[in-house]
């Protein structure tokens, strides 16, 4: 083929136009994406399956609200079966395939947390958020990604411990499951409890699922502790902890921190084996969603829940799981929207910034009032009492902010 | 009509690849695993090096159940001597002044040697006890290392619950600190442990391991002892999962407990009996089918379906039954392991247009 002016100009601006394309396509994807990996199926599959319903009504409100600086996102999401090994392979597979358009992630567990922590560097590092409340997330020296939509477990024990003493208490057992999730307040919540001079008198250790739960009821008793903090459990120990020390006439006040305050599992608990955990109390850094008088934010949800899970349990009512991965993708897109108006690239160093500079915000909601973000954490909270009667979890402190 | 392959020679017969076809798989796979550090993206390479250190981990497992013929449930634990070992021989080596530069070359065989002591240790159950009765012993001797690895009056050296985070490898100079770096250390070491396992089996002692899965009475009754034979089979097979162990610390930097429970000892056998236990390229076959199957079925279904999340939360449970079914199939139509299937479909190929496998 002769080579023409015509064909010289036509083949280079081909050229032009193939070598160009992914540039200008780098630069402004048609869509953002927010990867996830959570636990769909394993041992955390009920609240995986919970909260999946989450991200989307997320997409559908936050595209509706202008996506980030007018591009709309989408989230890919992947199961985990509660593997960390398994949630960093999906993470790799979401970096892999959705390359830069790939903005932030939302983890599954520490152990994913912690796996990944050390990755996150140069263009594998991304926004990072998780279900995580451990403590050794929140430093942003050391994973200066990665966020908590809320208070570590240490600040959950400084907010029941200052309520504690607020009460006129002076003594208290620790008794945490033997993980790494119920070991990690501890030794901070015994210096903590020796500054406002509140005694531990006793520290026990448990399996996680309860097992030989009559032996810890007598320790309890023979303790003499006025309150009992329970971490480090989601379901498990409550009917034998709670109800055998009821059924021993113990009048050790309970308290639990995050995982240990859903209404369902209360519910159910109080259905199947009787109302003893009225009066139990714990620390909640959101508001239930029923208290959404003052929350515009969860009024939106409501609204979106009605029409979108219509039929379903979901339809009135967000579980405190949902609602701190709505939360921790709140944060996220605040991040991203902040980023993307100050016109910065959304890179995870431009995102980690905008992240620390999170001040006085108003979350619509979710906390008491505006919240700053500090070591990459909200420390606030409020201690909530559980009514067998009412079914609800209804404050007994105000807001703390540790 | 071609009936078989002629050996003229004895070095002919005890060739371990001994058709052209074998030799053109094995070649192309190790051209494959040369390239794919340059070629590979971080997820395939990520997936490559799961699958490369399940393998060596497999191959020792292979080693005591499938040639030795003792049922083992405690591997993992010996995958987690191998990984403890390597940030604590780490941390103890640069208390003592040496070099970055050296200490993998201490600690990989460090973290074998102690996984092989404390491999004969687990063993000593199996001069007494057999099939399922071992397997609760080797399984109790898992539980008891995890236990004394979470335990807190150790947790200084081993982390405890929180877990340890994990040194990368610096051999003289090049310091292995991308996942692309590692998986060609663990591919090469992979090659490596496939290659010598193979070639105990050419030996005495490999013959003895399979003298004693197939009768142990008569096997000592020709001479071989028990006692010496059983605890060797092991302390190879422990020292192959330490060795697994060590590359899982360098690989990820960060090591938990809770990684090396039964799921992963139960997962090594699945992986072992998938692919076909008492051979060579079985723990290949099998640690694609564990590692890289559900792998492909996530990426499928996600190209398919799609990300979101109302789709995964119907896809993951759907996953997970593909895969249930896929091992059953497999199991169901061949129980000697998907390196038979490929053995017939090999020798078919060989023989082909005379006879089908």
Redesign the interface.
Known sequence: MNQTRRTFLATGAAATAALGMPAILRAQPSEYVIGASLPLTGPFATAGQLVAPVFTMARQLINDEGGIAGTPIRFVTEDSGYIPQNALANYQRALATEGDALVAYFGDSTGFMKLVAPELTGDQARLMGSTSFASELANPATNPYQYLAGPTYQDQFDILLQNIKDQGGSSVAFIFSNTEFGRDPIEHGKMRAEELGIEVVLEETTKAQGADIPTHVTKLAQSGAEYAILQGYVTGVWPQLIGGARQFGLPTQFMGTFWGMEKLIADRVTEEAGPFLDGYQGVMPYRYFYDREDAPRYQTFAAMASEMFAGTPLENYMSTWALQTMCALDIAIKALRDTAEAGQELTADNLSAALSGISDWDTGGFFGGPVTMENNKIGTGRVYQYSAESRLFTPTSDWFTV | MITGNLKASYAADERVLDNGYKQGFVLAAAALCALMPFIA????I??AS?MGIMLIAVVGVNVVIGYTGLLSLGHAAFMAIGAYSVPILHRAMAAAGLPDAIMPFIAIPGAIALSALVGIVVGLPSLRVKGLYLAVATLSANFIIIFLI?LEALAPWTG????L?TPDANLLGWELDT?REMFALIAALAFVTILAVQNLFRTRVGRAFIAIRERDYSAEILGISLLRYKLMSFAISAACCGLAGALFAYF???I?P??FEL?LSLQLVAALIVGGMGRTMGPVFGVIIIVMVP?IL??TF?AIAG????V??LR??I??IIFGLLIIFFLLFEPMGINHLVDRGLRALNRWPFARG
């Open positions: 993206n971080d997820y395939i990520l997936v799961q979470e405890g619950l929180v877990g985070n996942q990820y930097a960060r938990l809770e990684q799921a792998e996530k990426f996600g990300g979101a999340a109302e995964a939360q993951a449970p996953q997970e």
